[in-house]
């Protein structure tokens, strides 16, 4: 047996960082990760492999059709595919062994393996590295997986998850995306601007469940205008690979033949083969553990963070409940704000919200004020030559404290930051209206939007 103070499962965002803020504080810390590479999902096969293609697919996409407009002249554009898929690996491999150095950095000890709990503080290691361990602490960080649906068959080739499409060999001519949320548009945009025609198949009425009404329309009549096919309100019911080919089947619609099938229906909580039966700890229909809000689990001694508890499913949420989680088993003292963590989709337009939407203050009986400001009327986003979208603030009628913030436009994936701030230190819309935002640049829209607050926006 080996002793640790505190043994992490899971080396994705919320893991590695639980385990180096825990060693900073002092502790004899392990952490296992049953990958050869750390990161997690986000690092090695999402967050970070599709922003790369992103931002790739979205340069060879101004090289075609977006240049000209900047009097840049370019002739016999053509896809490297292989190249774009080479340095989306760089990027991810030269990150993951950024992680190692930090584990080295800390003094973290690294298990490669599976890790199974055998009883209360006990687990077992089985992979690369074989090993029985024991901690007083153990923190449950394994994350989630692709959710399926009754009649799709994945063949992790034809049908397949994000995992697959951030790795096709080549162009679909016609992708089919079962599910409207953020990951299937993010890589739906991907192989859009590669060429491929992207159907998009979504059971809500809606896309983008879960966001600001207004955003979801805003962005469904942006995103048809760059060639998405939407199916709104279906219900697909079977989905099977032919060969060379496959067919989605749809309540009460005609089956559609594509050449792939991206699932994007959602993520479940990764905690199978756990061995929580030992330890008696079980979990709800989606496979996540209930916590208190110290993150501690119905075992004592035992917690859990990021994607295997109820909530949001974002790896900088990961982040700040491992390092809340360590910090309050050191010091006492730990606690997340989730009014003041954004969620954004990495699209173009970028989408990004934090706080409250609309339909959440209505349903709560809060009143409240709202400016908005238009991307249009901005100087830096004309020069940009990027003017579609807006932004969007929510104050309290009453203090007059932002309670929410909805972007659709350019760069509104880093504009986000400044109002979460704002939300976190109870700043009012009268605080950053008041507050000199630099010209020209796009963060005067929130300015723009703090003023419209009291109606007072200048340059709209």
Known sequence: MTEHDLIVIGAGPGGYVAAIRAAQLGLNVACIEREPALGGTCLRVGCIPSKALLESSQLFHDANDGLKKHGVKVSKVELDLAAMLKRKDATVTALTKGVDGLFKKNGITRYEGTATFTGPGAISVKGKDNAELTAKHILIATGSKPATIPGVELDGDRIGCSTEALAYAEVPKHLVVIGAGVIGLELGSVWLRLGSKVTVLEYMD????GLDDELSKEALKLFKKQGFEFHLGAKVTGAKSKKTKATVSIEGADDIDCDRVLVATGRWANTDNLGLDAIGLKTNKRGQIEVNEHYETGVEGVYAIGDVIPGVMLAHKAEEEGIACVEHIVTGVGH????????IVYTHPEIASVGKTEKELTDAGIEYNTGKFNFMANGRARALGDT???????????????????IIGPRAGDLIAEIAVAIEFGASAEDIARSSHAHPTLAECIKEAAMGVAGRTIHM
């Open 206 to 209: 809606h896309i983008l469940p």
């Open 336 to 343: 997340v704000n989730y009014n003041a963590i954004p969620g």
């Open 388 to 406: 579609a979208g807006w932004v969007k603030l929510l104050a309290d009628k009453h203090s007059d404290r932002i309670v929410g913030a909805h």
